[in-house]
Each structure stands twice: as C-alpha cells, then as structure tokens.
C-alpha cells in the first residue's frame, strides 16, 4: 500500500509560506493541503484565492484543497484557476452532493468528500464510487492541533470496507490530531494520506518529520 503525507499549511509559518512550501517540495510528501474556512460552516476563517495562487507557482507537489466552507458548488471553477488538483466538499455542506462531485471531476480535478465526526460512514453508500477520495475528519473541524477522536479507526475500516465491496478507487485520507505515535496504526486501519499540520510544521527538520511519519511502523 501506498503511503501519502499531505502537510497542512495551516500550520505553516505564513511570515515565511514560500520557505514552508519550499521545504516540503524536497520532502517525501504526496501532497500540499489547504483548508479553505469560511466562518460560517466552521467557526474559522482561514485564507482564499490569493494564497492558493501564490502556492500553486512554488509547488512541486499536487494541492490537495479542502473546502469547510457553506455552498461550496458556487465556487468550484475558481478553485479550479487557482491551481488545485484535488478538491473535497463535505457531504455535511452539500444538498445535491452527487451532482457537486460530478462537477468538480468535469473540471478536471479529483474530487473529494469529508466526513465529519458524527458522520456514519454509510452516508457515502449512493456516492462511493462517484469520488476520488474520502477525507475522514478524526478532529471536529475549524481549528488546528486538536486532540485525535479514538473512534476514527474503526470509521477507517468501515470505509475501507465500503470502498472495496463497491469497487470504488477512492482513497482514504485522515485529518486531524496526527502524530507520529498513531500514524502507523492509522496506515494499518486502511488510511491512504495522512494530513499533518503541527506535527509537521513544528518540527525542526521538516522534511525528516515527513519521511518519519510517512514510514511509521504500528506502534
């Protein structure tokens, strides 16, 4: 299996992104993800357009764009010209989610959708096989260095499960409370990308955090 590690740029330096960015280009890492916040479905604001532009043209790596923000279809073209490769709407945040998906992939992105925590993982019955990915929220959303919900590893299973029965490619990514003491364990319960925000950015050798978080054995 394919181990990813997607460091958050939330938990960057943003007096110093292009650094940040720069690091994590000569990493091991799968991806770059972005949180996208907009007060509203969550209690955060985080950053918009400008900042997914200004990282788009230092990246090295795909970016991996999740949108915790209310009537996300509105913007999905302009997310697209912003520069990102995957782009996940939650299911909590959309009326017509099938249709959502489907336009994100005409758009020419992977298309992704988050569960929340009290989300059960049997909502994604009617749309497993109409997303690239499904990002499992192990922190309730908003807010960086979190504390890890116990209960996402079975809710991994559960969507590893649900992803071979239906024959869906779909990866699974986790969001939230990452270290290097559950990482491995959540490669094992079938996590694909592990998104890494303070783990990563607080660490003095960024890409060594990458590479150890990435080949992190089950502890």
Known sequence: MDRYIAPSLLAANFANLQHAVELVN?????????DIMDGLFV??????????????KIARK???VHLMIVQPERYFDKFKQAGADWLTIHMEACNHLHRALQEIRE???????ALNPHTPVSSLEEIITCTDLVLIMSVNPGFGGQKFIESSYEKI??????????????????????DLQNAGK???????ILVAGTTVFNSPDIPKTIHELSSAAVL
């Open 26 to 34: 000569k990493s091991e890492a799968g991806f770059i993800h972005l």
């Open 43 to 56: 209690p955060n604001i985080s950053f918009g357009m400008p900042v997914i532009q200004a990282v788009k």
């Open 62 to 64: 795909p970016l991996d």
């Open 107 to 113: 758009l020419g992105m992977k298309a992704g959708v």
């Open 157 to 178: 299973r559960k969507t590893k499960n649900l992803i071979l029965s239906s024959g869906s490619g779909a990866l699974i990514e986790v969001d939230g409370g990452i």
């Open 186 to 192: 959540l490669f094992q319960a079938g996590a694909d």
